[in-house]
Structures are given as C-alpha cells and as structure tokens.
C-alpha cells in the first residue's frame, strides 16, 4: 500500500508501512505519522522537499495578470483553491490582486511580500523534480548541505 514519493523516504516507523494504526472516530484507522501513506520522508527528502516548494512560490509584488496562484486554505474550515489572477492595481505594500477561481467565485490579495505558490506547468515542475533530485544529492543524511562538495563547487 505504501506509495512511491518522488524525494528520498522510508517505511512509515509508526504503522510499518501499512498506513493504518489506531482508530479514531473522525479518522478512522489512519497513521497520524504518514498521513496513511505508509512512508515518510528522510531528513534529506524533507531538506528537499522544503528547497523544492520554496522554488514554486513567488512573492505577491512579481505576481502578473494570468498567472494561478493557490489561495491556500485553513485544513478543517476551508479549501484551497486555484486561482487566476485578472486584476492586478497599486505598488509595494498596498498592492491588491483579486482573480477568480474554477467555479467562478472571486478572491483577492493584498500586499507585496506576502509568498504564493505558483502553478508553474508540467514541463517547470519536470525540471524542478530533477532539480530537486540533484539538490538532495549534495545532502548529509541529516539534510544538511555537504562541505565537501561546496568547496570543490567553490574552486
């Protein structure tokens, strides 16, 4: 049952793989520790999962009209949403950028640092995958960039 994740991982220590552990009522027998996926990112696999979404998001300011970007909702109160972005006015801080998402409804952001992510398209994402791969490459076990390799970079 366990799924093959894209960046380094590890059968889930808590379920043993399965993705089920003890019942709950709202949850049923899902593991809390995978989500009931049954593995789990390695240290190096977390560093670079967190490389690799910080690469799909884009300050608000650099946000252009005809871009998606994901109207990230609360987990248990709201959805989250693709949006795209058709009004774009004012600068720095008091920056408003409002689209509308798939069923029509509109949504709107305000300010310039604030960070969306990006629908970036299947060929982007391909790169940033292999992108991704390579980066965790230069990675201890503990998710920590190797010293090694950064000199040799370096010269």
């Known amino acids: 049952m366990a799924r093959k994740l894209l960046l380094e991982s590890k059968t889930c220590g808590r379920c043993g793989g399965s993705g089920k552990f003890s019942w709950c009522q709202m949850h049923g027998d899902m593991c809390f520790g995978c989500n009931g996926d049954g593995v789990v990112l390695t240290k190096r696999g977390r560093a670079a999962q967190v490389w690799l979404n910080a690469k799909k998001r884009k300050p608000l300011g650099e946000v252009v009209v005809g871009e998606w970007v994901l109207s990230e909702g609360v987990p248990g109160f709201s ?4 949006v795209k972005i058709d009004t774009v006015e004012g600068e720095g801080n008091e920056r408003k950028i409002s689209g509308l998402d798939k069923k029509g409804e ?26 991704a791969l390579a980066f965790q490459e230069t990675l201890t076990k503990t998710g920590t960039v190797r010293k090694v390799k950064a000199k040799k970079e370096a010269a």
């Open 79 to 82: 959805a989250s949403l693709w």
């Open 106 to 131: 509109r949504h709107g952001f305000v300010g310039a640092s604030m960070e969306m992510r990006m629908s970036l398209g299947k060929a982007r994402n391909v790169e940033l995958a292999k992108e």
